[in-house]
């Protein structure tokens, strides 16, 4: 007799059925404890943090426990080892139950995996290697054995450098052991909660002009002296990051704290350029989890809910059909793009990493939209989560560096010129 099937709709499932993706067993235990831990911690806490608008530390916390601050930081240093595809399907996996938990987690773990598994794919000469491999066992030691949590605050007034089109105005001066480094971030997700700032910005001597060729990514230890944590936070979404505004005056950074060798930040932006698709696994976890609402709050099932089932009506029946198509759209194009992650991807799979993005950060608003124009006021009221997956659902598509409109510009402009093609 065939073994029964898992029912891979139903709410609880795996958002990727490891059979249908060719998941390895490896991964699908991974990508299951992010999924359990998400269902059992995170869900049931996300509307306090929303509401507060603080910082979700105990979630922090308790995925230091289960090892999933390490995800990405390999077996030998005592983490869990996931690859880039693992590491983002188990990301949707949280975003599914906390957008502002996992769109933070996503900030700490870049941390580990560019230092990681990017930098092995990028050329170094031997000595740097050997430099570099040093450096980020600190790292890799601090977060899993101490739990040591590490923001990603790239982004500075203007746009144009997190976009990637100038040089980082915070800038760190070289002096003997390490950087002065003076600038401001702005949105820095983890502000006041993360140990370590992970900045990027531009190494500079005296005299010397800026370049984006020697952009560092430094750790900058949260109570460095000249570190200011300012300004309020009250946004409309994704409330739970808490992404205040960074100061740094004058703060010494030590050498060590170099998370990448000078020059190899450039080189991951141009030749790893999916690196930057990592911000897309919360919204597609949100996207699911708007379609798991409507679908149980049709059927009747959402405790606290009106008790009248609404399946029988056609037109939520065909409302369930569209947002249905959309996100296999959606969830298929994605994988696609996360399977091609690598250093140097054809031109083709840019391009498809650029589509993936929009795509991603405009459905999981589309989708949420229409659940709640299905499912009708009371799944409007806060005590479901669907109007705060909406509102997390719409801060995707203004997201640095691959904004929905950056996106369609470079779509649009580097599939009608050729590398290097003017039309002088
Ligand atoms: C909830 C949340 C959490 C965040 N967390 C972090 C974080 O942890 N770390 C971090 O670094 N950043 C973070 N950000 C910041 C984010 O990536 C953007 O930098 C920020 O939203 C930019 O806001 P802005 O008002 O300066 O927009 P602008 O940069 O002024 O952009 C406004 C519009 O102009 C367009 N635009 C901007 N630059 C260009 C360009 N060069 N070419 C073409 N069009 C352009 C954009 O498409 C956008 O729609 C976060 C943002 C949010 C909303």
Not at 29 to 49: H, K, N, T
Not at 85 to 107: F, I, K, P, V
Not at 141 to 151: E, F, P, S, W
Not at 211 to 227: D, E, M, Y
Request: charged share 20%; glycine share 8%.
């Amino acid at each position: 007799m065939p073994a029964p099937q898992t029912d891979t709709r139903d709410g609880d499932a795996p958002m990727f059925d490891p059979d249908a993706f060719r998941l390895t067993p490896e991964q699908a235990d991974l990508i299951s404890l992010a999924r359990r831990f998400g269902q059992r911690v995170l869900a049931p806490r996300a509307a306090r943090y929303d509401r507060e608008a603080t910082f979700p530390i105990e979630n922090f916390r308790d995925m230091h426990g289960e090892g999933l601050l390490s995800i990405c930081v390999p077996k030998a240093d005592g983490g869990l080892g996931a690859d880039y595809q693992t590491y983002c399907l188990a990301a949707a996996e949280l975003g599914r139950y906390c957008g502002a938990t996992a769109l933070s987690w996503n900030m700490h773990v870049a941390s580990t995996l560019w230092p990681g598994v990017l930098a092995d794919e990028l050329p170094m000469n031997a000595e740097d290697r050997a430099l570099h491999e040093k450096r980020r066992r600190l790292h890799y030691h601090r977060i899993v054995t101490d739990g040591a949590l590490y923001a990603q605050p790239f982004s500075e007034e203007g746009g144009a450098a997190a976009a990637g089109s100038v040089a980082f105005g915070t800038e760190a001066r070289p002096v003997d052991g390490g950087f002065i480094v003076n600038g401001k971030k702005i949105f820095a997700s983890l502000s006041g909660s993360a140990d370590y700032y992970g900045i990027l910005c531009t190494a500079r001597a005296e005299g010397e002009s800026a370049s984006r060729r020697n952009t560092l990514f430094l750790a900058i230890p949260a109570k460095a002296q000249g570190v200011e944590v300012t300004g309020d936070w009250d946004p409309l979404g994704m409330r739970g990051t808490v992404s205040r505004t960074l100061l740094f005056k004058d703060v010494f950074v030590p050498a060590d704290e170099m998370l990448m060798p000078r020059g190899v930040y450039f080189q991951a932006a141009t030749r790893w350029p999916h690196m930057f698709l990592t911000l897309t696994p919360t919204y597609v976890g949100l996207a699911q989890a708007a379609f798991d609402f409507t679908v149980a709050y049709l059927r009747g099932e959402v405790p606290g809910a009106p008790p009248v089932k609404r399946r029988s009506f056609p037109p939520k029946q065909f409302a369930v059909a569209s947002m249905s198509v959309t996100l296999e759209q959606t969830k298929t194009l994605w994988f696609q793009a996360i399977s091609e992650a690598r250093a140097n991807p054809t031109r083709e799979q840019v391009l498809r990493a650029y589509a993936a993005q929009h795509t991603v950060m405009e459905n999981a608003n589309a989708i949420a939209t229409t659940a709640i124009r299905t499912c009708g006021g009371h799944a409007m009221l806060k005590r479901f989560p669907l109007e705060r997956i909406y509102r997390d659902s719409r801060c995707g598509a203004v997201m640095l560096p691959w904004t929905a409109e950056i996106c369609l510009e470079r779509i649009g402009r580097e599939t009608l010129y050729k590398p290097g093609e003017t039309d002088d």
